[in-house]
C-alpha cells in the first residue's frame, strides 16, 4: 500500500532503526509499500522510515540510469566494503525540491537479505554506490543534508524551516492518533 513519503522535521527521520530478526509477509507488505510509495513520488530509492516505520528495510530502483540494474529490496543492508570518492548532488523525497553536493564512496559492497530471507551481496558504483550509501544512511538517522557543506546548508535555511513545520506536523498526527489508541 502506497503512503506518502514523510517529509524533514518529523522525529522519526532522525532514529535508528531496528534490525528485521524474520522476513515474512508483513516484511513483503512492506516491501511493496516502500516500492509504490517511492514510484508514485518519482524517487529512484527509498527507506522504511521514510513512511514511518523503523524497520531496516530499503528499496532502489535506479533502472532508468542504469538499465541493466533492476529494481532491489534489500533487509538489513550493511555496507562492508567502500573506496574510492565521487562528489555528486543528491535530493531527498523527504526533502523535496532540495539539492546539495555530497560526497559519497565511489564503489561500495553491501550485504543483506533479499525480500525472500536470502543473504545475497551487491557491487556497486557510481550512482547504484550513491543511491545505496543515501538509503542505508537513512536507517541510522543519517539524512543528505548532513553531508552537505555549512555554507550550502546555510542557503537551503529557509526551505528546511517550511519543511521542518511539515514534518513536525506528522509528529502531531502520530502524538494525536497514539491517544486515540
Known sequence: ?????IKFGASILRQTCTPVSQV???IRSLISGLFASMRKAEGVGLAAPQIGVLKRVIVVDVSGQEPDRPPMALINPEIVAADGVQN???G???????YGEVRRAARV???ALDADGRPVRISADGFLARALQ??????DGK????HVSP???QLMRGSLRRLKKMGQAWDREQQAEAVLR
Open 151 to 153: 555554507l550550502k546548508r
Open 24 to 26: 515474512d509477509d508483513d
Open 88 to 90: 555528486g548532488e543528491e
Open 134 to 139: 543515501h538509503e542505508i544512511d537513512h536507517l
Open 1 to 5: 500500500m502506497e503512503t506518502e513519503v
Open 109 to 111: 559492497e553491501v550485504q
Open 143 to 146: 539524512l543528505f543534508i548532513d
Open 92 to 98: 531527498c523525497l523527504s526533502f523535496p525540491d532540495l
